[in-house]
């Protein structure tokens, strides 16, 4: 049977249903029957993927689409890189991720030079959330995008309230930022070291 | 949860799994119809958030 890898875990505590998991010293490599290459297979797998944040004490998500013939298969595959993903579970051990994405609200009616102005103070806002959110992270991930701001933070689990709190009130202080908090995610973003 | 609310997580949750995470076999299938639309389905996602504001 082909099964798809879901995670790699550590301090498992339980599995979603129709899961198994191959135990690699201390990491456990979630996994379940493989299906297609759907959509819904691909919402499938992340479902699971968040069942784990709240099974585990770790959980470092696998992309979408790692299949393996058997069990033995995924082991010899895994085990080259073993060291490193206890390296990386111990990173976001007892983090989840919150996504953190700025666009600068749609603009009123205005000449150019006002138009340049609220964008420069649109940007400047979003430096300055980047910055307050890092202080509350263990770390963070910012992509390359055309939005203002688009950045994922690791922040550890009881400190997400907060964290959506800062968000949330900056966004009510700076009405030129449309600001969206998304997450808590399992740590997809952290899941590989940084290059 | 709404209808929309709910759509709208299930955009950045596939594109989550899509392009993040560990790679291990690096043949990871990348052909799932209708999500390569990372920025589209950001877009969407801001402009869907502010109008659930709107309506709260």
């Known amino acids: 049977m082909v099964i798809e890898l879901y995670a790699f875990a550590c301090g498992v505590r339980d599995l979603p249903e129709n899961c198994g998991a191959a135990q690699l010293g201390h990491v456990a490599a979630v996994f379940g029957p493989a299906g297609g290459d759907t959509r819904d297979d691909a919402i499938r797998h992340g479902l699971v993927v968040q069942a784990l944040v709240d099974m585990c004490a770790a959980v470092l998500p696998v992309r979408f689409g790692e299949r393996f013939t058997e069990v033995t298969a995924l082991v010899d595959a895994v085990t080259p890189r073993l060291h490193e993903l206890e390296d990386r579970l111990a990173a976001v051990d007892g983090c989840v991720e919150l996504a953190v994405r700025i666009a600068r609200a749609a603009p009123v009616r205005s000449d150019g030079t006002a138009y340049m102005q609220a964008g420069l103070q649109a940007s400047r806002a979003a430096t300055t959330l980047h910055a307050l959110l890092q202080e509350r992270a263990r770390a963070a991930v910012v992509a390359q995008s055309p939005l203002l701001h688009d950045a994922c933070y690791l922040v550890a689990r009881g400190d997400v309230d907060d964290f959506a709190h800062r968000v949330a009130a900056y966004g009510v202080e700076h009405p030129e930022l449309d600001l969206v908090c998304t997450g808590p995610w399992a740590p997809a973003s952290f899941a590989e070291a940084a290059a | ?56």
């Open chain 2, 1 to 56: 949860m709404t209808a929309l609310a709910e759509q709208v997580t299930l955009v950045e949750l596939v594109d989550r799994v899509l392009h993040k995470g560990v790679v291990i076999a690096g043949d990871v299938t990348l052909s799932v119809a209708g999500v390569d639309l990372v920025y589209l389905g950001l877009r969407v996602l801001l402009a869907s958030v502010a109008s659930l504001e709107e309506e709260w």
